[in-house]
């Protein structure tokens, strides 16, 4: 961005918070919308840019009433406007509400639809700090990235690096949901054990059955099984453990968790979702929700061929999707697979749809079909 050339340059705020699990953006927004407004600022100044959107998703009404309001005082402060604290550059922040659309989290649908069109993913090259909102080099972050950068500054990029794990440095808005017994956010070292988070600190589950599984990283994230959660929660290490960290969201399943249900629900939430724009996202999880349920209720010589047919939907979703919504769905049914293979046993007919997962916390009171 700062070596970008071009007549205006603007600074993105990603804070369209859909995945199923995560409020971090909201709480900031909500209850500390200064330190959000000071990073952006901050991210303007140094590559040029005079111009800032924040992209919030509709369902959050309180927190952008409350940002419309910090950036009223914060320019009648001098800290935005015409002429930034006497510093002769200009940076106006703007805030845009979405229509409720879960791939407008993606940097370049949501480049779409602040520009009033329709929430679709760009191809990309170019990327958007050369060529993002109106063609113009554009920087997008969430904002706990933004929020993050006051407290950088004045400690030390030594001091922020000290805490966290490996390559993952700093900290992370940890978010504990679901079948849980304390909800709410945790913020800790990148790399703390997720077994201390959903344990320690969310104290296991609600109804206070066993831990069968917990998702990580939203509903495009992996599925762990209860033993495997003694993973330190990094980039590096939940990608090595078949998962990903995502936005930090963690929800929680007791031993009435049935993996099938959720697999199919992956494939259901991305049918739905897709913007539709490339064929990988838009057939590949429809074909998916069609082949799961023949795993799960159809004549048990079709099963073997339904599991290939699933793996090739998997791969091919996985390998030609535009953007991470496609990209990512294999992963939840993958892991179900690989880590709860039983649950995917024929369940000698019925209903292959069961209870709708989004009910209730989570899909945290979804039962098992009977073997």
Same mark, same amino acid.
């Given at each position: /961005?700062l070596?970008?050339?071009a007549?205006?340059?603007?600074?993105?705020?990603n804070?369209d918070?859909?995945?199923?699990g995560?409020?971090?953006?909201?709480i900031?927004a909500?209850?500390?919308?200064?330190?959000?407004l &000071?990073?952006?600022?901050?991210?303007?100044?140094?590559?040029?840019?005079? =111009?800032?959107?924040?992209?919030?998703r509709?369902?959050?009404p309180?927190a952008?009433?409350?940002? *419309? =309001?910090?950036?009223?005082?914060a320019?009648?402060e001098g800290y %935005? *406007?015409?002429?930034?604290?006497g510093?002769?550059r200009?940076f106006?922040?703007h805030? #845009?509400?979405g229509a409720g659309?879960?791939?407008?989290?993606?940097?370049?649908s /949501?480049?779409?639809?602040?520009?009033?069109?329709?929430g679709?993913?760009?191809?990309?090259?170019?990327?958007?700090?050369?060529?993002?909102l109106?063609?113009?080099p $554009?920087?997008?972050?969430?904002?706990?990235?933004?929020?993050a950068?006051?407290?950088?500054? $004045?400690?030390?990029?030594e001091?922020?690096?000290?805490?966290g794990?490996?390559r993952? #440095?700093?900290t992370q808005?940890?978010?504990?949901? *679901?079948?849980? @017994?304390?909800?709410?956010?945790v913020e800790?070292?990148?790399?703390?054990d997720l077994?201390?988070?959903?344990e320690?600190?969310?104290?296991?589950?609600?109804?206070?059955r066993?831990?069968?599984?917990v998702?990580?990283?939203?509903?495009?994230?992996?599925? %762990?099984?209860?033993?495997?959660?003694d993973?330190?929660?990094?980039y590096e290490? +939940?990608?090595?453990?078949?998962?990903m960290?995502? !936005?930090?969201?963690?929800?929680v399943?007791?031993? $009435?968790?049935?993996?099938?249900? /959720?697999?199919r629900?992956?494939m &259901?939430?991305?049918?739905a979702?897709s913007? *539709?724009?490339?064929?990988?996202?838009?057939v590949?999880s429809?074909?998916?929700? =069609?082949?799961?349920?023949r795993i #799960?209720?159809g004549p048990?010589?079709?099963?073997?061929? @339904?599991?290939?047919? +699933?793996?090739?939907?998997?791969?091919? /979703?996985?390998?030609?999707s535009?953007?991470a919504?496609?990209g990512?769905?294999p992963?939840?049914?993958?892991?179900?697979?690989? !880590?709860?293979?039983?649950?995917?046993?024929?369940?000698?007919?019925g209903d292959?749809?069961g209870?709708?997962? #989004?009910?209730?916390a989570?899909?945290?009171?979804? $039962?098992?079909s009977?073997?």
């Amino acid at each position: /961005m700062l070596e970008a050339q071009a007549d205006q340059k603007f600074v993105a705020g990603n804070l369209d918070e859909g995945d199923s699990g995560t409020f971090a953006d909201r709480i900031l927004a909500e209850g500390d919308p200064f330190t959000l407004l &000071e990073g952006m600022a901050i991210a303007a100044v140094a590559i040029g840019a005079t =111009e800032g959107y924040l992209y919030v998703r509709s369902e959050y009404p309180d927190a952008i009433a409350i940002l *419309g =309001e910090a950036i009223s005082v914060a320019t009648a402060e001098g800290y %935005l *406007g015409e002429d930034v604290l006497g510093s002769g550059r200009s940076f106006t922040v703007h805030v #845009r509400r979405g229509a409720g659309a879960y791939i407008c989290g993606e940097e370049t649908s /949501m480049l779409e639809s602040i520009e009033g069109r329709r929430g679709e993913v760009r191809a990309k090259p170019p990327i958007p700090a050369l060529s993002g909102l109106w063609g113009r080099p $554009t920087v997008v972050n969430n904002v706990l990235t933004f929020a993050a950068v006051p407290a950088i500054l $004045t400690g030390g990029g030594e001091t922020y690096a000290a805490a966290g794990d490996g390559r993952s #440095r700093g900290t992370q808005v940890f978010q504990l949901a *679901g079948n849980v @017994a304390r909800g709410g956010l945790v913020e800790a070292d990148l790399g703390t054990d997720l077994r201390e988070l959903v344990e320690g600190f969310g104290g296991g589950t609600r109804s206070g059955r066993p831990v069968r599984a917990v998702q990580v990283g939203g509903p495009l994230g992996a599925y %762990l099984p209860a033993a495997g959660l003694d993973v330190a929660a990094g980039y590096e290490t +939940l990608a090595e453990a078949g998962g990903m960290l995502g !936005h930090g969201g963690i929800v929680v399943f007791d031993d $009435t968790f049935d993996a099938a249900r /959720m697999a199919r629900f992956a494939m &259901e939430f991305c049918a739905a979702e897709s913007c *539709g724009k490339c064929t990988p996202c838009r057939v590949g999880s429809t074909r998916g929700v =069609e082949t799961i349920d023949r795993i #799960r209720v159809g004549p048990p010589a079709e099963r073997e061929a @339904a599991l290939v047919l +699933l793996e090739d939907l998997c791969t091919t /979703m996985t390998s030609g999707s535009l953007c991470a919504m496609g990209g990512l769905t294999p992963m939840p049914v993958r892991s179900a697979l690989k !880590h709860f293979p039983e649950d995917f046993a024929p369940a000698g007919g019925g209903d292959a749809t069961g209870p709708d997962p #989004r009910a209730g916390a989570a899909a945290a009171s979804t $039962t098992r079909s009977a073997p």
